[in-house]
């Protein structure tokens, strides 16, 4: 199933490397399927990061800056768990 709807990206709380889980279902957002929301893969949504939810029967699509605006060192953004 895929949903047009859009989704609001959770900082999993407690784990060792910065993990991004959907707001739909709560699954793992791969650092693969997050990019930027510009130029040709811009999605009409106001939001500057998006991720793609790889979960069977999710598809979620998720805003991810207030996830990753809650990771305080910047630095750590490059070690956001695949």
Same mark, same amino acid.
């Given at each position: 199933?895929?949903?047009? %709807? ?9 784990? *060792?490397? !910065? ?5 739909? &279902?709560?699954?793992?957002?791969? #650092?693969?399927? =997050? +990019? #930027? %929301?510009? $130029?040709?893969?811009?999605?009409? =949504?106001? @939001?500057?990061?998006?991720?793609? &939810?790889?979960?069977?029967? &999710? $598809? *979620?699509? %998720? @805003? &991810?800056?207030? *996830?990753?605006?809650? =990771?305080?060192? !910047?630095? #750590?953004? +490059?070690?956001?768990?695949?």
């Amino acid at each position: 199933m895929t949903d047009n %709807n859009h989704y609001i990206a959770i900082l999993a709380e407690g784990s *060792a490397v !910065p993990t991004l889980l959907c707001g739909h &279902c709560r699954s793992i957002l791969s #650092r693969a399927r =997050i +990019f #930027r %929301n510009q $130029g040709g893969a811009h999605q009409a =949504i106001a @939001c500057n990061t998006i991720g793609l &939810c790889s979960a069977d029967d &999710c $598809g *979620a699509l %998720n @805003c &991810c800056d207030e *996830a990753l605006g809650q =990771i305080e060192n !910047p630095e #750590r953004l +490059f070690d956001i768990a695949s």
